[in-house]
RNA sequence: GCGAGAGUGGCGAAACUGGCAGACGCACCAGACUUAGGAUCUGGCACCGAAAGGUAUAGGGGUUCAAGUCCCCUCUCUCGCACCA
């Protein structure tokens, strides 16, 4: 469909805007930069490395999006505000092109996503080679390419040998439309991250990464990193330790003896008391062994019905339905028997797939009682005053002690846990457990557009990982990549491939057909980078410790769980397996905020979206790059309207004209000068905490002071803003150095000297309060005491009226104000 | 429900450790230069008020000489997680 819009792009209807012409000398810059090698980092003698990473994106066919560019530009502006530091920086690019999202466009466009992606790579190599960012193209790298995932697969190969790769059947996500199974961290709400559709549970084989092998450590390690705290917070959430106890329930068989046992998982062992029945997940496996013969056929129908439940309706579905299975355990605190029902809000993949209800003291546990009218016995109450659990569940801890408990009562909650666990604990009816939610991470995908999983498998010798002299197991051309209902990948259709020698024994041997996921190309490319051009490793390990751990890494919050906890997992592996020094691949991290348009999210159904190849042809990429720094703060975002780009734009001019104008050899005015100074030490100091926006303004307000009544500006006064600009606009900021003499890059030429003492002047302007009320202003010498701004005060009557007796008290906060008290 | 963040002019936003609220920019208004300009330059621009002055940082309390900033309560919005025992 084709729609009449407005003019993505705001144009005046004049001609040519008054100004510098960015098209003339953009281009001339890029070639510049290419020729000399300007960008070009030398990796084994750059003294100082600093590694200043960006996310690397998905090259989709629609070109790069101005989100995209926004976060690039603000690495670039942070790695050149670096390298001007005098740091040896290394910014890299890449593409993350495997996966299901270009496989998805490739089948809708009817294009192998062989021939598209390269296509799609190539609009992208372009669009941020305009956007003048300091990338050295040398160690350019796409995941696609057999040279980089050859080294996945070596990855995978790593985790493998170590224990930390296996196959299982499971329940596992399905999404019905993209015809692959999906790692939990990829359902969003019940439904399939990329398109929407709702998942279905299927049991299928699955490769999984034993991640919660490393549950502790990822989260503990947070706490040493210097993230973006929403990023933490994320992390943390997901993980999600929860330390309580396992209780075990004995059951109570038809002849009074127990010969099995229900173990639950608890965080308030301290409520055992009141634990009136127990609940295990349907597909629980005691529930076969202690359903009694009468109650098999009702219990039957619920565990059938339950399976039938996709994953959605069940977690999405709050009301308590169940059953009781006719059998019963004994609570080992009370000695009494409690029924065993089961229920599906008790998940299997929890903790034990098994609680005891205290419906006095869980809300959910409180809902099904009532539901089914099992008893509820309060167990813990507040220590001031009552509560009745009738028509809620009380689940206050905070000064609450224990009733109907035994010896327990009166204890404290924290003291009640304790001490409980430790006495069950000596029956071995107990024992301290820290559980996390944190899943281990499912890679397997049967699509075709990924690496294969490197693995044979042959009756003989069972599961043969592929050797690493044979990597890389290629990915085959073929024309039928359509994934289909089967749970198959299509690769299992190519009798050719499929079918190959076993590594060990040399009989005929299948492939495993499942390709890897997405994020494992993405979880380890920052180590690539600075050895892409090594054939025979994955990563030179004096090149990596010289370069690693990134520096400074810049990426969208969205990738908080997935990407970023993946890649330190990975990390934490190669280090463990002594592949690495290191143990967290990113010292620093930050999250950047999101573009908006007009204050509305920008889409493609909404037509709203911003095309940087319009804006940089009509504004360039210096104008285009300062404005979306200058739409807000950087880790927040901002709001990108279109004729915003004018102020920045003219900014732009006026230092243009400013070098052209300026007097060479004259005296600087004083007050120039001071302003000077102070907005090196300003800039200098909000571009290392990422506020672009501040340090925009603050060049701005520079540019005021200079050009102040149509002053002509001199030479020593414009160089130093040339240089402040120069992260933000690089091209403008060469074209000018160039103009005022400069023989090498400006990003060679240093940081403006910044010179303390000429930030200060002979008089200050201090202000004046009376009773805490602003009243004005006075201007005393730069180090005025208290009494000689007093005495300012009193010498100015719109100031002295105010004070309208003998003061009491006055408060001096030097160089800031003066606070009279009458 | 849990976790994180936010609420300041017509708009995007500043105010980093409590110390002149609204820097910088957009838009708007006036003026200069101009044949003209949507270019450039100068000035104005939170609200009430003629002024003096008063009132303002989602709302309500509090701490302090002083609060957008700290504490308590309430409301609203955004994002993440969510039957996780």
């Known amino acids: 469909m084709i729609q009449m819009t407005k003019p993505a792009v ?74 001007l530091q005098g740091h040896t920086v290394f910014e890299p690019f890449g593409y993350d092109a495997f996966g299901i999202h270009s496989e998805n466009y490739a089948i ?231 029924p065993i029902w089961i229920a599906d809000y008790v998940l299997m993949e929890y903790g034990t797939g098994a609680i005891m209800a205290v419906p006095a003291h ?133 009798d050719e491939w499929y079918h190959t020698p076993c590594p060990q024994c040399g009989k005929r041997g299948r492939r495993e057909t499942d390709v890897s996921d997405t994020f494992l190309d993405s979880a380890w490319y920052f180590l690539r980078y600075p050895s892409s051009s090594r054939d025979d490793v994955a990563f030179d390990r004096s090149i990596t410790e010289k370069w690693l751990p990134v520096h400074s890494y810049i990426g969208g919050n969205e990738h908080a769980v997935l990407h970023l906890l993946y890649s330190r997992f990975v990390t934490m592996v190669l280090h463990d397996a002594g592949l690495i020094g290191f143990e967290e691949p990113f010292t620093r991290f930050r999250a950047h905020g999101l573009i908006v348009r007009e204050g509305a999210k920008m889409s493609k159904s909404k037509g709203n979206v911003v095309n940087p190849d319009q804006y940089i042809d009509q504004w360039g990429a210096d104008a285009f790059r300062t404005y979306l720094m200058f739409l807000g703060p950087f880790e927040e975002g901002g709001d990108f309207r279109d004729k915003g780009i004018s102020g920045v734009k003219r900014f732009l001019d006026r230092l243009w004209r400013s070098v052209h104008d300026a007097e060479r050899g004259g005296a600087s005015d004083r007050d120039v000068q001071r302003k000077l100074h102070q907005t090196i030490k300003k800039v200098g100091d909000d571009v290392a905490r990422l506020s672009y926006n501040t340090a925009i303004a603050a060049m701005m307000e520079y540019m005021n002071t200079m050009r102040a009544g149509e002053r002509t500006p001199q030479l020593d006064e414009v160089r130093p803003l040339v240089q402040l600009v120069s992260p933000f606009a690089p091209h403008i900021a060469e074209e000018l150095w160039e103009v005022m003499g400069g023989t090498t890059s400006v990003f060679d030429a240093g940081w403006p000297a910044f010179d303390a003492s000429l930030v200060m002047d002979d008089r200050i302007t201090m202000a004046v309060q009376v009773n805490g009320k602003t009243r004005g202003t006075i201007s005393v010498p730069t180090g005025a005491a208290q009494d000689d701004a007093l005495a300012a005060v009193m010498a100015d009557p719109a100031l002295a009226k105010f004070v309208t007796g003998a003061p009491k008290r006055v408060i001096f906060v030097p160089g800031r104000l003066i606070n009279i008290i009458v």
Not at 15 to 25: H, L, M, T
Not at 39 to 46: A, E, H, K, M, S
Not at 132 to 158: K, N
Request: glycine share 8%.
């Open 10 to 83: 705001y144009t005046p209807d004049a001609d040519e805007p008054a100004g510098y012409d960015p098209a003339a000398i953009e281009e001339k810059w890029r070639a510049r930069w290419e020729a000399r090698g300007t960008n070009v980092t030398d990796l084994q003698n750059g003294a100082r490395p600093f590694y200043a990473l960006m996310m690397f994106p998905y090259p989709s066919a629609e070109g790069l999006h101005v989100g995209n560019l926004f976060a690039f530009t603000g690495n670039d502006i942070y790695g050149r505000f670096q390298r």
């Open 108 to 338: 809708k466009v009817g294009v192998h996503p062989a021939e598209l992606i390269p296509r799609n790579i190539e609009n992208f190599r372009r669009q941020v080679h305009r956007a003048g960012l300091m990338v050295d193209w040398t160690h350019e790298l796409s995941t696609t390419d057999p040279e980089y995932y050859r080294w996945t697969q070596w990855v995978f190969l790593q985790l493998h040998r170590r224990g930390l790769a296996y196959k299982k059947k499971a329940a596992v996500n399905w999404c019905p439309f993209d015809k692959t199974v999906l790692a939990n961290e990829q359902v969003v709400g019940g439904a399939c991250e990329r398109c929407g559709t709702l998942v279905e549970q299927r049991f299928l084989a699955q490769w999984f990464f034993r991640i919660t092998e490393y549950a502790g450590r990822l989260l503990d390690n947070l706490d040493t990193l210097d993230w973006s705290e929403s990023t933490k917070a994320a992390q943390r959430n997901w993980i999600g330790r929860s330390e309580g106890a396992e209780l075990v329930f004995p059951v109570l068989d038809a002849d009074g003896r127990s010969t099995r046992a229900v173990t639950v998982f608890t965080t308030r062992p301290d409520t055992i008391f009141g634990a009136t029945y127990l609940v295990l997940a349907p597909e629980h496996p005691l529930v076969e062994e202690v359903t009694p013969e009468r109650s098999r056929a009702a219990v039957q129908a619920y565990v059938a019905d339950a399976a039938k439940q996709d994953l959605v309706a069940r977690k999405t579905t709050k009301s308590k339905s169940g059953v009781f299975t006719g059998a019963y355990a004994t609570n080992p605190a009370t000695g009494r028997p409690v």
């Open 362 to 494: 869980d809300e959910r546990d409180h809902e099904f009682a009532r539901a089914y009218d099992l008893p509820i016995v309060q167990v813990v109450g507040p220590t001031d005053g009552t509560v009745t659990i009738d028509e809620a569940a009380y689940t206050g801890t905070e000064g609450a002690r224990l009733v109907n408990s035994g010896r327990f009562t009166g204890m404290g909650v924290a003291e009640a846990k304790h001490a409980i666990v430790a006495e069950l604990s000596v029956a071995n009816a107990a024992k301290p457990v820290v559980n996390y939610r944190l899943h281990d991470w499912c890679i397997s995908r049967q699509r075709y557009w990924g690496p294969p999983i490197p693995i044979v498998y042959c009756d003989d010798c069972g599961t043969v990982p592929v050797p690493e002299s044979q990597l890389p197991v290629l990915l085959p051309s073929i024309d039928d990549f359509r994934p289909d209902d089967s749970g198959v990948s299509p690769l299992a259709r190519h």
